[in-house]
């Protein structure tokens, strides 16, 4: 019940409401993005969404536009050097990912949920098969985010997946919420060039 309609109700409600008062956010970033390099203001990839489907994931670019395509963050030679000054303060404060709220909107994401791996990261995909994590529609934050983001293994992090598909309820996606804010301001697990973001995450 909580999952197929309360859940999707709220992903709708709270993520039209958010793209509401960040349009000013969206407008300053956009402007910032354009005329500190080359290229669109969005970056567009393949993701892995719910049962293994895949969708185009939105966010605001954060690299070079001649940046190596599909490629983890961690294996580009000197991965600094693809990073646009822009982008480096919009990954340190996750802004880059608030686009993702239109694909929340289509439904083919989730404010809280496993973030969604990259089409060609099978290692993490077939992990998250054997603990039921596929099963669940992926989110913007989820439980491994608050609990290390990309200080983890890849092991570690679908088992928390796997943990959060199994327990998933509207208190714990609360906890997710409220927790992601905090670990956000501190900078928690953040991590340059590691974990989620590297092998997910090139923008």
Same mark, same amino acid.
């Given at each position: 019940?909580?999952?197929?309609?309360?859940?999707?109700?709220?992903?709708?409600?709270?993520?039209?409401?958010?793209?509401?008062?960040?349009?000013?956010?969206?407008?300053?970033?956009?402007?910032?993005?354009?005329?500190? *390099?080359?290229?669109?203001?969005?970056?567009?990839?393949?993701?892995?969404?719910?049962?293994?489907?895949?969708?185009?994931?939105?966010?605001?670019?954060?690299?070079?536009? =001649?940046?190596?395509? =599909?490629?983890?963050?961690?294996?580009?030679?000197?991965?600094?050097?693809?990073?646009?000054?822009?982008?480096?303060?919009?990954?340190?404060?996750?802004?880059?990912?608030?686009?993702?709220?239109?694909?929340?909107?289509?439904?083919?994401? *989730?404010?809280?949920?496993?973030?969604?791996?990259?089409?060609?990261?099978?290692?993490?995909?077939?992990?998250?098969?054997?603990?039921?994590?596929?099963?669940?529609?992926?989110?913007?934050?989820?439980?491994?985010?608050?609990?290390?983001?990309?200080?983890?293994?890849?092991?570690?992090?679908?088992?928390?997946?796997?943990?959060?598909?199994?327990?998933?309820?509207?208190?714990? =996606?609360?906890?997710?919420?409220?927790?992601?804010?905090?670990?956000?301001?501190?900078?928690?697990?953040?991590?340059?060039?590691?974990?989620?973001?590297?092998?997910?995450?090139?923008?």
């Amino acid at each position: 019940m909580y999952q197929k309609y309360v859940k999707r109700f709220l992903d709708i409600l709270l993520s039209l409401l958010a793209l509401i008062i960040a349009s000013p956010l969206f407008l300053i970033l956009s402007v910032w993005i354009k005329l500190d *390099s080359k290229g669109p203001v969005f970056f567009r990839q393949k993701r892995i969404g719910i049962h293994r489907t895949t969708f185009e994931i939105l966010k605001f670019r954060s690299m070079r536009t =001649d940046t190596p395509r =599909d490629m983890a963050t961690h294996l580009l030679n000197n991965p600094d050097q693809w990073i646009t000054r822009a982008g480096r303060f919009l990954r340190k404060t996750s802004l880059d990912e608030l686009p993702q709220l239109i694909n929340i909107l289509r439904g083919e994401m *989730s404010i809280i949920g496993p973030r969604p791996a990259l089409w060609n990261q099978y290692d993490l995909v077939e992990l998250r098969e054997a603990c039921g994590a596929n099963d669940v529609v992926p989110g913007l934050t989820g439980w491994a985010q608050i609990n290390g983001r990309d200080t983890i293994s890849v092991e570690e992090k679908a088992r928390l997946d796997g943990e959060y598909a199994s327990k998933i309820s509207f208190s714990m =996606d609360l906890k997710c919420l409220f927790r992601t804010v905090a670990v956000v301001l501190k900078k928690e697990g953040y991590e340059e060039g590691g974990g989620e973001s590297s092998s997910s995450d090139q923008k």
